[in-house]
């Protein structure tokens, strides 16, 4: 049985907007790429955007224009059939004090303007036609609340570098849906952390630090002609958002909550909400007919520290719908209630119908972290099934511990924020799985002159378990049986993109874009573009001639495998074309 998603298509040659459309089914109808030929597919101009490495973005393609964004919030317009220089946009920070690495991972396009939201905290409204910059929103200074301090963490940890805080930006491409521009901020529940000079686990991340450290998350939307801002949603709940202290996910796996040391610590932490976490990293799906948005949110602060946040965390972890117009919450699915593994509902939801024993139902999908693809009625979130698993799963839930605790998987995924193709004639989906464990160590260090010792969780690569990335093919047309599964040569980045010519499209952090037969995950073609997949690719047509883009820049866990960063949007066309 074929699937759909319920959302009008925009013209089949273009990508105009993140995903494709509002359904987020990163899928094209466009075949003549496909199969038979795609061995002949080959560079058709290049795009160096000067701005090497954390390069991410996803091009939105409208009426023979490109439009990227590029690390540190700069934007380019492009001729899409021969890579010339339209328009440039050059953006300045009004403050270094960001979250993490200057990435940003798209733009969205409509009413003549180009919307972007930067990690310096705004929200900006350029000309599509010029580059002129209409509005310029502060939506929030990142910098704003910072509680944490790294003074006695790095007097205990020696030579390793402390780095990071809970500061707030956008890295998410927007939403522009019914007059309004819709993003939300990253940066909430992460916190202080220790990376690997390598930007790995191996060197020990440290996060979770014992106390009220960190931000409240949120997701607002602005006037798309004015910037006005006209409603915002918070994800840490204020009144209850200790929940109902489950023992159970709503799914029925058992959790190895301590709730009595919970409830006893209740009072004294009755405020965490405060600072409770809740990043937002990617675009929610939209369905207009119902008026509502889909999203996932993050992880609850203190990360992978649970004790001084005691409760069910409501609505961290958890996949909600909210009303388009006013923000309001319509319903929540919470994944992993009191979450201390780093299992941010990350990856973008897309729209599908989904096969009920009275007939289709409208449904909303998201690959998680945890190893399953999650479907609910999108009226009211309704747990219809979910997938066979896509990795080998071992000690799910159990808590970090002075010992460690071995964990399978890890906070890199499953399925990590790289969003996942739908191919609705044939049901299939399309994902970039990391099989990977990590060990969960609570660790103690000294507060210093009389004060009470700093206790924290060290995430470290969990030795002898298996590490590597899988391309996935999940059957939603069956429940989600595992159709094929191809293990990679390297670690799968940037998300895939699924043809409706038999093709499915998926990066590695080596530098390969590889294209897959979609019926049984058969490699047919790769390229080396010269640094790592960042980005999801994308299809359009000029001309007759259908081209495939992807954004070549690394990140820090390319840099784990050796591998360079780069600048470079490179875009392939038949080479007999």
Not at 24 to 47: C, G, K, Q, T
Not at 90 to 96: L, M, Q, V, Y
Not at 258 to 281: P, T
Not at 489 to 503: H, K, W, Y
Request: aromatic residues 8%.
């Amino acid at each position: 049985m074929a699937l759909t998603c319920g959302v009008s298509a925009a013209r089949a040659e273009d990508w105009p907007a993140f995903g494709g459309d509002h359904s987020n089914r990163h899928a094209s109808s466009l075949d003549a790429i496909n199969r038979d030929n795609v061995s002949r597919l080959r560079p058709a101009w290049i795009f160096q955007t000067g701005q090497t490495g954390y390069f991410q973005a996803e091009p939105v393609v409208i009426d023979g224009r490109m439009y990227v964004s590029t690390t540190h919030n700069h934007v380019a317009a492009l001729d899409a059939k021969t890579g010339a220089v339209i328009w440039t946009y050059t953006h300045k920070a009004r403050t270094e004090k960001i979250f993490g690495p200057p990435s940003n991972r798209g733009v969205a396009v409509s009413g003549g303007l180009v919307y972007e939201a930067t990690m310096d905290g705004r929200v900006i409204a350029l000309d599509a036609k010029t580059g002129r910059l209409v509005w310029d929103i502060e939506a929030v200074r990142p910098e704003e609340g910072e509680t944490e301090t790294a003074i006695a963490l790095a007097a205990g940890l020696g030579d390793k570098p402390v780095q990071g805080s809970s500061r707030l930006g956008f890295k998410m491409p927007p939403l522009v849906a019914d007059g309004l521009v819709i993003v939300g901020v990253t940066g909430a529940g992460y916190g202080l952390h220790v990376e690997d000079a390598k930007g790995g686990l191996d060197g020990g991340s440290v996060v979770g630090i014992e106390g009220g450290y960190g931000r409240r998350g949120w997701l607002a939307a602005y006037d798309a002609r004015t910037g006005e801002e006209r409603w915002r949603w918070y994800v840490t709940k204020q009144d209850g958002w200790e929940g109902d202290f489950v023992e159970k996910t709503d799914d029925g796996l058992p959790l190895h909550r301590d709730i009595a040391a919970e409830k006893a610590a209740a009072e004294k932490n009755r405020d965490a909400w405060k600072v409770g976490g809740g990043s937002l990293w990617m675009t929610p799906a939209y369905d207009p007919d119902l008026g509502l948005i889909y999203l996932g949110t993050g992880n609850p602060a203190p990360q992978n520290f649970g004790l001084t946040r005691p409760g069910d965390n409501l609505y961290t972890m958890s996949l909600v719908a909210l009303d388009v117009k006013t923000g309001a919450l319509r319903w929540h699915f919470q994944q992993v209630p009191h979450e201390t593994w780093g299992y941010d509902v990350a990856s973008p939801p897309f729209l599908l119908d989904w096969p009920g024993d009275k007939g289709p139902v409208k449904a909303v999908a998201e690959a998680s972290k945890l190893g399953w693809i999650y479907v609910h009625d999108r009226k009211d979130g309704r747990l219809l099934g979910k997938s066979a698993p896509l990795i080998t799963q071992k000690n799910l839930f159990q808590p970090p511990s002075p010992e460690g605790t071995v964990v399978s998987p890890g906070p890199l995924g499953a399925v990590s924020w790289h969003p996942v193709s739908f191919d609705a004639r044939t049901g299939l989906a399309f994902a970039q799985v990391r099989h990977g464990a990590a060990t969960y160590t609570v660790k103690t260090v000294s507060g210093g002159q009389g004060k009470p010792d700093i206790r924290y969780t060290e995430t470290s690569e969990a030795r002898g378990e298996p590490a590597h990335s899988t391309l996935t093919a999940v059957d939603l047309s069956k429940g989600g049986t595992i159709a094929w599964s191809i293990k990679a040569g390297s670690r799968l980045s940037g998300g895939t993109l699924a043809t409706a010519g038999g093709i499915v499209f998926s990066g590695e952090e080596d530098g390969h874009l590889d294209a897959h037969d979609t019926r049984d995950g058969k490699l047919l073609w790769r390229f080396q573009c010269g640094a790592g997949i960042g980005g999801p690719p994308v299809t359009y047509a000029i001309d007759g001639r259908q081209y495939v883009a992807v954004a070549a820049g690394g990140s820090s866990f390319t840099k784990a495998s050796g591998f360079g960063t780069g600048d470079a949007l490179v875009v392939f066309a038949l080479a007999d074309q």
